[in-house]
């Protein structure tokens, strides 16, 4: 069973730095695109960070410059940092990874995994 695990959530000040980590487990033959979304209270779920396999970036507009996204292909892992956090970044965020796993007969497969999400709150 693939499953992915965040850790880094909390509560931080407008203004202030917090890091997401997330990491793969199981049996996982490769994993593909990874990435960030978060969901606000009352809104839909929404991309924040992408990265390839081969390092390629992508964000919108809403948290470029402000936020940047890692991965460790080595270790299965992917990392988000925040800086110069808004109450409006205040949200679940949720890790995202496109896996190829062994399925029927261990032939790979592709599968999209998420995270249980991660609370981050930016307030006063």
């Known amino acids: 069973q693939v499953q992915l695990i965040e850790s880094g959530g909390g509560l931080v000040q407008p203004g202030g730095s917090l890091r997401l980590s997330c990491a793969a487990s199981?049996?996982?033959?490769?994993?593909?695109?990874m990435g960030w979304y978060r969901q606000a209270p009352g809104k839909q779920r929404e991309l924040v960070a992408t990265?390839?396999?081969?390092?390629?970036?992508d964000y919108p507009d809403t948290v470029k410059g402000r936020f940047t996204i890692s991965r460790d292909n080595a270790k299965n892992t992917v990392s988000l940092q925040m800086s110069s956090l808004k109450p409006e970044d205040t949200a679940v965020y949720y890790c995202?990874?496109?896996?190829?796993?062994?399925?029927?007969?261990?032939?790979?497969?592709?599968?999209?995994?998420w995270g249980q999400g991660t609370l981050v709150t930016v307030s006063s």
């Open positions: 199981g049996s996982i033959f490769s994993i593909n695109t």
């Open positions: 990265i390839t396999r081969g390092l390629d970036t």
């Open positions: 995202y990874a496109a896996m190829l796993v062994p399925g029927q007969a261990d032939r790979p497969i592709w599968r999209e995994v």
